[in-house]
């Protein structure tokens, strides 16, 4: 019986704890089955479990049990000797690290190692290893092809009418022609997040590697955007063409590949990543519609406030699900915050931000994640949180691998 | 398991590697009675089944810096604990051998094993009892988290006001409950940043 094995008895003690909890995803169930269906025995644990049968036997068992007795008994059997044969080795790490720091300090390559208790002197190799988290970068493309990187010590844009100018200290970027619209491109690299505020007040948060597509100044018919990427937009109310009984609000349309999503003002994010499968759209307040597919006569669905609309390649009807907002928006106000996320997507949320690649030595990860940290930790900040989980990860030149 | 009592078992498991006896005496609170549990399934009667988790017990303090996370303590636990009884039960076997007291060895294959343990680790997920940790685990965890960060330095880290850090330190453990049941993110991280 070794670890692998273990390993899979406490996956499947999570899959009927799932079950019971009634959170079984299908695919999760199909798994449970076939388990069950393995072996006449575990089909008839499975019922006994179900049941709880002999509950009430285990728990008498249980709590018969004196371990504050069997502790006091047990250190009069056996000495805790805190200098067990591992002190010799906290030496030899201790050297290794010293000898650490010389191979960065000549330039070498150093690979971090695995989890030991660290002296001092390892900081210092540790912050030659660092990798500095991501921040306010982007670029911003006009209609006639010049690109400009704007400026870091700012937070976002705006656009009006008749300039772009930053959003903290009113310096103006760039002067626009009142008259004509002119499509614009704002653009995150990896590491990289930016806002903008468009000429009717709607402003959009731009997660990294995102782009957005807009035109500086919106006409009086719907107001269209382009995404891909990750973005989070507060759309503006706006009156458009009266009509008997007072004026109908303009739409508010955000085009994405394979999905197109019409609000008339409201929070949503919206997530089009090309490295995921499917595309998320989260509402936080107000109503969406949200259609599969760039025409608007494709299969829709209205979302409320909580709701996450799933729309996939290939599926025949979008999903819906109820979610928790403020985990998924969190990024916006610079927090990673993952609510039982899947190591393998907040390894892609780590590596768009750090601009790190991600690898994976062995079997993929199928535990998951809680926790809130600022995104303006280091990696190795980071990576020292997400160890408090069954993850286990090292640096490498520029390659987080996880074991 | 509960997802939130891993994390706090693999903060206990950082400082069981530092050689923190205090931290073993809450995996030995946390753990002893549940393994002794699951070996007298296989063990004759109780008093031979705690020996046995004892001596298995003082095995994960020799190798208390092997253990990758709590999962993986947990997992040895299981495994030595399932080991030494079947030592056990050969012992006798071999002593009662000619009267043919006992049952065949047989019986004693791995699928009935991975069956124990599954029924061990649901139910104690079920039992409102068991989940709830001792009262003992968590005097520990307060006297090992007292000399932690100062609060400015994790309100600092959370993002949160100091005076927040110092009322939720205030409210301590009384929410530690509340925290298991998954439902205070916060206080978790709290927890996590006392430590380091």
């Not at chain 1, 731009?206 to 937009?233: I, K």
């Not at chain 2, 296989?42 to 003082?58: K, M």
Request: aromatic content about 10%.
């Amino acid at each position: 019986m070794d670890n692998k094995r273990m390993h899979r008895v406490f996956y499947i003690v999570s899959l009927i704890q799932k079950h019971l909890d009634g959170t079984l995803t299908a695919n999760e169930q199909k798994l449970l089955i076939s388990w069950r269906d393995e072996h006449p025995a575990n089909r008839q644990l499975f019922e006994e479990l179900l049941q709880a049968k002999n509950i009430q036997e285990f728990e008498a068992s249980y709590l018969s049990i004196n371990t504050s007795r069997a502790l006091v008994d047990f250190k009069r059997r056996y000495t805790l000797e805190q200098k067990s044969p591992a002190s010799i080795r906290k030496i030899l790490i201790k050297i290794s690290y010293a000898a650490a720091v010389l191979l960065v300090v000549t330039g070498a390559t150093w690979f971090l190692m695995d989890r030991q208790p660290r002296p001092t002197v390892t900081t210092v190799a540790l912050e030659h290893q660092d990798i500095q988290p991501g921040g306010n970068r982007a670029t911003l493309t006009f209609a006639d092809g010049r690109t400009i990187d704007l400026s870091e010590e700012q937070t976002g844009i705006i656009v009006n009418g008749e300039s772009i100018s930053y959003q903290e200290d009113d310096i103006e970027i760039e002067n626009l022609d009142a008259k004509e619209a002119k499509q614009l491109r704002l653009a995150t690299p990896k590491g990289g997040m930016y806002s903008v505020t468009l000429s009717d007040g709607t402003q959009v948060w731009l997660n990294a590697e995102s782009t957005l597509e807009y035109p500086s100044h919106f006409g009086t018919g719907v107001r269209v955007v382009r995404l891909d990427g990750e973005a989070y937009f507060d759309v503006a109310k706006v009156e458009g063409a009266k009509r008997t009984g007072g004026h109908l609000l303009q739409p508010f349309i955000v085009i994405s590949r394979g999905q197109r999503v019409e609000v008339l003002g409201t929070k949503f994010n919206v997530s089009v990543y090309g490295d995921q499968p499917e595309l998320k759209t989260t509402l936080v307040e107000g109503s969406v519609r949200l259609v599969q597919g760039e025409n608007e006569k494709g299969p829709s669905v209205i979302l409320k406030p909580g709701q996450q609309g799933i729309v996939s390649e290939g599926a025949l009807a979008i999903g819906v699900k109820t979610v928790d907002t403020e985990s998924l928006i969190a990024w916006k106000d610079g927090y990673f915050y993952f609510n039982n996320t899947p190591t393998v997507e907040l390894m892609k949320e780590v590596a768009r931000w750090y601009d790190v690649e991600v690898v994976y030595k062995g079997k993929m990860p199928n535990d998951t994640f809680s926790g809130k940290v600022k995104r303006n930790t280091t990696l190795m900040g980071l990576m020292e949180i997400l160890q408090l989980s069954t993850i286990n990860v090292k640096l490498e030149d520029n390659k987080l691998i996880i074991n | 398991m509960d997802v939130n009592l891993l994390h706090i078992d693999n903060i206990l498991l950082q400082r069981l590697k530092r050689g923190e006896e205090l931290a073993f005496d809450y995996f030995f609170h946390r753990y002893f009675p549940l393994m002794v549990t699951f070996a007298s399934r296989f063990v004759p009667n109780n008093v031979l089944a705690e020996e046995i988790v004892q001596d298995v017990f003082y095995k994960v303090w020799e190798r208390r810096s092997s253990f990758a996370n709590a999962q993986a303590l947990k997992a040895f636990l299981y495994i030595s604990t399932k080991n030494a009884s079947y030592n056990e039960i050969s012992k006798f076997q071999n002593r009662y051998k000619h009267q043919e007291a006992y049952a065949s060895e047989n019986e004693l294959t791995e699928q009935p094993v991975l069956q124990e343990i599954i029924r061990t680790e649901v139910y104690a997920s079920l039992s409102v009892a068991i989940q709830t940790l001792p009262g003992q685990c968590r005097k520990i965890i307060q006297l090992l988290f007292e000399e932690g960060k100062k609060p400015i330095e994790i309100a600092d880290e959370l993002g949160i006001s100091i005076s927040t850090v110092n009322s939720q330190k205030a409210r301590g453990l009384m929410l530690l409950k509340q925290l298991l049941k998954g439902k205070d993110l916060d206080l978790l991280l709290l927890i996590i940043f006392l430590y380091f």
